[in-house]
């Protein structure tokens, strides 16, 4: 299965299909399986899902939320990006405050969890060693993301992304996909904001990441994250909650 083959007429659920059968990066492969054989002590009884996670929310998404990676006991092993994993808990909560979401956790992908308006995708589909991609492998699956960006086109105004890995390997996969990238390309800070002109223009809002290390310091609160998020969703037109729950 390659990472470069052209988007199919059938859309997402069939581009998710072929993600999830992706096998182009020998180190990640290797990985993800290792892991899903192992498990976590506290994850025994789960069959992991042990492949690449494909993206989540609907195909007519008017917003966009870019990670970094699934994680290795999280997406790896439940098959959804940001479900099952304190990151997820954090990132699913502020969609849930912010009126986005319709319910604040997200355990399993069969939780009942729905997006309102939003989807939540990766620049790299399968879980790394040490949450570290190369950028021989962000770049083997840039492809994959060009490929979701063209589909979400039609719909697609806002886009936030979380963490500077996720900044530097959207920006060019944007370009792959028609928008015109600002030049000097336009450098990540939370809070960073860009307009991308071509196929009506898209916003660009720069958030840090959802990680525990973020979260756990106070680098990134919630507040700060739901005004993230409130912000980006009225730039994409999304009926929100101005004030949380």
Not at 49 to 74: C, E, N
Not at 98 to 109: E, Y
């Amino acid at each position: 299965m390659s990472a470069g083959a052209r988007p199919s007429p059938a859309g997402l659920p069939e581009l998710d299909r072929r993600v999830s059968g992706c096998r182009a990066c020998p180190r990640l492969v290797d990985w993800r399986e290792e892991v899903a054989r192992t498990k976590r002590a506290a994850f025994a009884d789960w069959t992991y899902w042990g492949r690449p996670v494909p993206g989540f929310g609907p195909a007519d998404a008017r917003l966009l939320i870019v990670g970094l990676a699934p994680a290795a006991h999280g997406g790896n092993r439940t098959g959804r990006m940001f479900t099952g994993d304190r990151s997820g808990d954090v990132l699913y909560q502020a969609l849930y405050d912010v009126g986005l979401a319709s319910q604040p956790t997200s355990v399993s992908a069969g939780d009942g969890l729905e997006l309102y308006g939003v989807r939540v995708t990766a620049p790299v589909h399968c879980a790394p060693p040490a949450n570290r991609p190369t950028p021989e492998e962000r770049d083997t699956c840039r492809p994959w993301l060009v490929q979701e960006l063209r589909l979400l086109r039609p719909t697609l105004r806002a886009v936030v992304v979380l963490g500077a890995f996720g900044w530097q390997a959207a920006l060019p996969a944007f370009a792959e996909a028609g928008w015109v990238v600002p030049r000097p390309r336009p450098a990540f800070a939370h809070g960073a904001r860009a307009v991308l002109e071509g196929h009506d223009g898209l916003e660009l809002f720069g958030c840090f990441h959802v990680s525990q290390r973020n979260t756990f310091t106070g680098r990134l609160t919630p507040d700060m994250l739901r005004d993230v998020l409130r912000t980006a969703a009225q730039a994409a037109g999304l009926p929100h909650h101005e004030d949380g729950r």
